[in-house]
């Protein structure tokens, strides 16, 4: 109704400052623990907390100005607002998940694996999708999952031509049951299939391509895995930990 025109305006505008706070302070914080103190300690300099605190305010200030500088531009974004933040993410989540999950799973790796990575995710993806991008039309989301292969390629190889000296282990202390659960890899492998499946639905072997005769099989192959997974999981009996 009109005479709550007021009230909506009030409470959309106390949302968009409440989120544009918490991202000020967020940035601020990252760049004052990640960036400033870490290099400040380099040099062999000590950091109040009262410092920290001054850099951090004077840190929220100028990216808000520049946030306000930026903001006009979106105006020339014919997708949109979100489509806008997910290419711009492209620079930081691809490589922080490829090595998140390359860390899980081996220990050869060396810092120096990351280090290469993450600056040849933003280089290469910066220039592929701003400046190559009349030549390389592949979407972005797709540029994700090319450079994500690559990246995981890249830290093995360094892993295996420069292994880690200094592996940490994990020592157990047994205080609780440790048990692993029965079917935690068969489940694991559904919400692996579940997700190729997304894929493989909206890709244009699917729904945009209308379907395409590899459909079926590719499915079809994915449900009979599952199954055999399943199947040899649930012939090991009842799992021993109660959860």
Request: with cysteine; glycine share 6%.
């Amino acid at each position: 109704p009109t005479y709550a025109s007021g009230f909506f305006l009030a409470v959309l505008l106390g949302a968009v400052f409440s989120s544009f706070n918490s991202l000020l302070n967020s940035a601020a914080t990252l760049f004052c623990l990640d960036v400033y103190e870490p290099w400040k300690k380099a040099r062999g300099e000590n950091v109040s907390d009262q410092r920290i605190l001054k850099v951090a305010k004077m840190a929220s200030i100028v990216i808000a100005l520049f946030s306000f500088v930026v903001a006009p531009l979106l105006q020339f974004a014919p997708e949109g607002l979100w489509q806008i933040i997910r290419i711009f993410t492209g620079f930081y989540n691809i490589p922080v998940i490829a090595i998140v999950i390359v860390g899980l799973f081996s220990t050869q790796v060396p810092p120096l694996g990351p280090k290469l990575v993450i600056v040849f995710h933003v280089v290469t993806y910066g220039i592929l999708k701003f400046v190559l991008d009349d030549i390389v039309t592949l979407h972005f989301i797709h540029l994700y999952a090319v450079l994500f292969f690559i990246e995981v390629a890249i830290m093995l190889l360094v892993g295996y031509y420069r292994p880690n000296q200094h592996i940490w282990r994990y020592e157990r202390s047994h205080k609780v049951d440790m048990q692993p659960w029965l079917y935690a890899v068969p489940c694991a492998t559904s919400l692996i299939s579940c997700v190729i499946g997304l894929y493989l639905l909206f890709s244009p072997v699917g729904v945009v391509g209308g379907f395409s005769p590899l459909f079926v099989p590719l499915v079809t192959s994915l449900v009979a895995v599952n199954i055999f997974i399943w199947w040899i999981y649930c012939n090991k009996g009842n799992p021993t930990s109660d959860y």
